[in-house]
């Protein structure tokens, strides 16, 4: 049975539309533009102007439902507890439209957190002090990249890899490492 088409958006549905995904997600002003830009594409414009979509996104921050700096602040501290990097962060607030100014204190808060998340990321893949036996060289060579992967410096993941297993970690040589 083909889908039943829906009718072209309207001023008053845009809004409502834009009210329910800012009350549903947290967002960025960015990642709001591309919700409601998509759903213009999709269903299509009936209104006598064009939609004021730039407007519509300036007065949802204006009224407080959207603040980029919160929500780039929610990603860093979500991402680095999760035990991804610093470069995995800035990669994060790139994708969501945040820019550098707003940015600045999720960036500066994974710089910090760069040691911790990157001993929680060892120790949910068993990496480096929390392997039970040592690894061979492309286990290790491995163990480095997912590291890099996941947004990690190489000297400081080449470090946290390099200690053996049941080792505890010298946090004065890798905080120097940030």
């Given amino acids: 049975m083909p889908r039943k088409t ?13 009210l329910n995904y800012v009350g549903r997600f947290a967002t960025s002003r ?16 009936d209104g006598a102007h064009e ?6 996104a300036d007065r949802m921050v ?11 602040l929610s990603k860093a501290r979500s991402l680095t507890g999760r035990g991804y990097g610093e470069r995995r962060v800035r990669q994060a607030l790139t994708i969501a439209g945040i820019d550098e100014e707003k940015g600045a204190d999720a960036r500066q808060l994974a710089e910090e957190g760069a040691v911790a998340a990157a ?6 893949r ?17 163990a480095i990249a997912a590291m890099v992967r996941a947004g990690h410096r190489f ?18 040589s890798l905080f120097n490492m940030r």
Avoid: C
Avoid at 6 to 18: D, F, H, N, S, V
Avoid at 119 to 124: I, M, P, V, Y
């Fill in 62 to 72: 204006s009224l407080g439902y959207i603040d980029d700096r919160a929500y780039a």
């Fill in 126 to 142: 068993s990496i480096g002090p929390f392997r039970a036996i040592k690894p061979t060289p492309q286990e290790r060579e491995k």
């Fill in 30 to 45: 960015s990642k709001l533009l591309v919700y409601l830009h998509r759903k213009l594409r999709e269903r299509g414009w």
């Fill in 155 to 172: 000297a400081l993941a080449k470090a946290i890899t390099d200690l053996n297993p049941g080792e505890n970690p010298d946090f004065t």
């Fill in 119 to 124: 001993l929680k990321f060892a120790s949910r």
């Fill in 51 to 56: 939609p004021g979509v730039e407007e519509l």
């Fill in 6 to 18: 829906r009718p072209p958006l309207t001023p008053g549905k845009l809004e409502e539309m834009a």
